[in-house]
């Protein structure tokens, strides 16, 4: 505590010398500056107080002085740096040099100060006394108390008693806890500061009882509840060791700050004391309000030693079914961490399908059944979901929470051996919709190669095609793709019509060589051309793009029916279009798209590619079709997208002309795009009907 203030008081000093001016400074002979800070001589320093006068100048060389003196200084300077605190300008140099200085002349200076000053230079002046510890000026803080001062030298007294720390200023500071009734918060606050400061030497010294005594004297009215939170708390520790008795008395106590303190010990007492501490707490737990409850169990919960999880075990199986949601809840936040330590218990005693509770606890406790290790926890929900019946699951039924928490744990802990239980769950007739959700969603993170067949039989009542992508992505992304795909191809070779409509979807997701080939197959099989080539124009795997081609285009060359010619052309433009392929490549695609459609209104949908393609073979490629008149218009449209989208840059040198030699090849390119859009442009001002496009190219021939 000394060094904390003896640095503020040094910072305060060197913030007053940066305040003065400059001049004032550089008005004092360097030479004498020199001379006061290094001599060793302590009259000169003297000499140099008992100069008269307060200016700029006076008082940096007496602060100068004073902290030389602080160093060097002895009894003889005590009366001349005593002359000083009188002064606003100059106690804090005189006090910060009596503080340092040995012996009973700084402690007679500055009792003297402190009983006949007032306001800030008294306060200054107790303050320093505080800092030497001086406890012979106890009767004169009593004297000056008695006689009713102001705040600012009541709460100095109280701060400074505290630093002294001894068996009188320890009484003093008691008596004044009892006696205080400022309405001043700030005195209060001091005299909080002041018990807590005591207190801590105390505790430090070893001196425990009275350390305690101390610190529980703040648990009162006038002061704030965080002083008294504090207090309280530093009591319990500062007993050494763990009072039990304190804690359960706390626990229960009126005093929320209180409880709050003995709360905050619960969590910190060592591992060693919980043999001691736990049962106790939990012996009172029932009898403690709800609210209270619910904190207790958290705190313990909290708790790492093994010890305390194993004791309080029982106690939050109990509390699970407690009639407040909240105890409930802080029981099975805690189950999570206790419940490994004898899971079979832990299962019994939160059996979720029985548990009908707020959904916050059913998600605490699907937490806290997922974190337990074991084949338990596995075990326990097989039986539940093996055990169901179509009464229990229809939608006619009961609450379902709890069933659906089984779900979930079975989703969340990946339990394989669920999945004939999902499936039947999933296909029961009249079963709630949460339920078959709920089963679908496990079986789409239990599948494997094993039950792949069973995951596609539990789709079978499943209407919702958005949703069955959804769950088959979730399913199969996690299996390798090819290996996956042939599990599927197997499936839907083997099945009836209605199954293979399912399983499209199901392909589709998968992609890669074999899915997609098995979809092409099914192109050209009558009852599955349908569905099969609409897959095929949905297919949305960037690594199949160029297989998809060819299978479409294939299909509007080959196909013999008008409908799926159609489907094969409109899928086969859609890959250029959608798919990020190679420039040369899209284009060229567009040339094959426009020269196999028959119908001009799928010839049309080429020139939505072009403007997708920010280059100038793109805009080339465009007004390629403008010989063709039922077309031309599109390919102008499609030419100056494609041209205003460009952002070509200029040449160091005039594009008009011929490349100069030594040109770098960055600009020739420059220059020869430049020259291409721009013809361009200006072949469709002389042809384009169309006013809009004219004043468009213009302007891109403007740009350069």
Do not use: H
Not at 210 to 239: H, I, M, T, W
């Amino acid at each position: 505590m000394k060094l904390k203030i003896y640095s503020f008081l040094f910072i305060a000093a060197i913030l007053c010398f940066a305040q003065m001016p400059l001049s004032s400074a550089l008005a004092i002979d360097a030479e004498y500056q020199q001379t006061l800070m290094r001599t060793t001589d302590e009259s000169v320093l003297i000499d140099a107080l008992a100069k008269e006068g307060e200016s700029d100048d006076d008082v940096f060389a007496k602060s100068l002085a004073c902290k030389r003196l602080a160093i060097i200084g002895t009894d003889a300077a005590v009366p001349a740096l005593a002359a000083m605190l009188p002064s606003e300008k100059l106690n804090v140099y005189a006090r910060y040099a009596l503080e340092e200085i040995p012996g009973e002349a700084p402690n007679a200076a500055l009792q003297k100060a402190a009983k006949e000053l007032t306001g800030l230079t008294a306060v200054g002046a107790i303050d320093s006394i505080g800092v030497r510890r001086d406890a012979s000026a106890l009767p004169l803080f009593r004297e000056l108390l008695g006689a009713a001062p102001g705040n600012d030298v009541r709460k100095a007294i109280y701060l400074a008693a505290g630093n002294i720390a001894n068996d009188e200023s320890a009484a003093l500071l008691l008596e004044a806890v009892a006696g205080e009734a400022s309405d001043d918060l700030v005195v209060r606050m001091g005299l909080g500061d002041a018990v807590l400061a005591c207190a801590d030497r105390f505790e430090k010294a070893g001196n425990s009882e009275k350390s305690a005594e101390l610190f529980e004297s703040l648990v009162c009215d006038k002061f704030p509840v965080c002083v008294q939170k504090a207090g309280s708390y530093r009591a319990l520790l500062a007993r050494g060791g763990v009072s039990v008795d304190k804690i359960l008395e706390k626990l229960q106590g009126e005093k929320y700050c209180c409880f709050s303190a003995a709360l905050k010990t619960l969590r910190e007492f060592s591992d060693e004391d919980a043999a001691t501490v736990v049962p106790a707490v939990i012996a009172i737990v029932p009898n403690l309000p709800v609210d209270r409850k619910a904190l207790v169990l958290r705190a313990l919960g909290d708790r790492k030693d093994d010890a305390t999880r194993q004791a309080m075990l029982p106690l939050l199986i109990e509390n699970l079914n407690n009639e407040s949601v909240e105890v409930q809840l802080a029981a099975a936040k805690a189950l999570a961490n206790v419940g490994k330590y004898d899971v079979e218990a832990a299962i019994k005693g939160a059996r979720a399908e029985k548990f009908q509770a707020d959904q916050a606890v059913v998600d605490a406790l699907v937490a806290a059944a997922v974190a337990m290790p074991g084949d338990a926890v596995d075990n326990a929900m097989l039986e539940i979901v093996n055990g169901v019946t179509a009464e229990e699951l229809s939608q006619d039924a009961a609450d379902s929470t709890g069933f659906a928490a089984v779900l979930k744990i079975i989703e969340e802990r990946r339990t394989s051996a669920a999945a004939p239980a999902l499936v039947k769950i999933a296909n029961t007739p009249n079963v709630k919709p949460e339920l078959r959700n709920g089963a679908l969603d496990a079986l789409s993170e239990i599948v494997s190669f094993d039950n792949l067949s069973l995951f596609v039989d539990a789709l079978e009542n499943e209407s919702d095609d958005a949703r069955i992508d959804w769950l088959l992505r979730a399913a199969c992304t996690r299996l390798p793709r090819e290996e996956c795909a042939a599990e599927i191809v197997k499936i839907f070779e083997a099945s009836d019509l209605a199954k293979k409509m399912k399983l499209f979807g199901l392909l589709k997701q998968i992609g890669g060589p074999t899915a997609l080939a098995c979809v092409e197959k099914a192109c050209w099989n009558g009852e599955t051309s349908d569905p099969a080539s609409a897959t095929l124009g949905q297919w949305n795997s960037p690594d199949d793009a160029k297989a998809v081609a060819e299978a479409c285009l294939k299909l509007a060359k080959e196909s013999k029916e008008n409908k799926y010619r159609v489907r094969g052309i409109r899928s086969y433009i859609r890959i250029p279009r959608q798919f990020n392929l190679p420039t040369a490549e899209r284009l060229a695609m567009c040339q094959t798209a426009f020269e196999t459609a028959v119908r001009p209104e799928d010839k049309s949908l080429v020139f939505d590619i072009f403007p997708r393609i920010v280059e100038v073979s793109s805009a080339q490629a465009a007004m390629s079709y403008a010989g063709q008149a039922e077309y031309a218009e599109k390919a102008f449209e499609a030419t100056v997208i494609v041209a205003e989208k460009l952002n070509l840059g200029k040449p160091d040198f005039d594009w008009k002309g011929a490349n100069p030699e030594g040109a770098s090849a960055e600009n020739i390119a420059k220059a020869d795009a430049i020259r291409t859009i721009t013809g361009l442009m200006k072949e469709v001002l002389g042809k384009t009907t169309n006013d809009d496009l004219k004043g468009r190219a213009q302007k891109v021939i403007d740009r350069y």
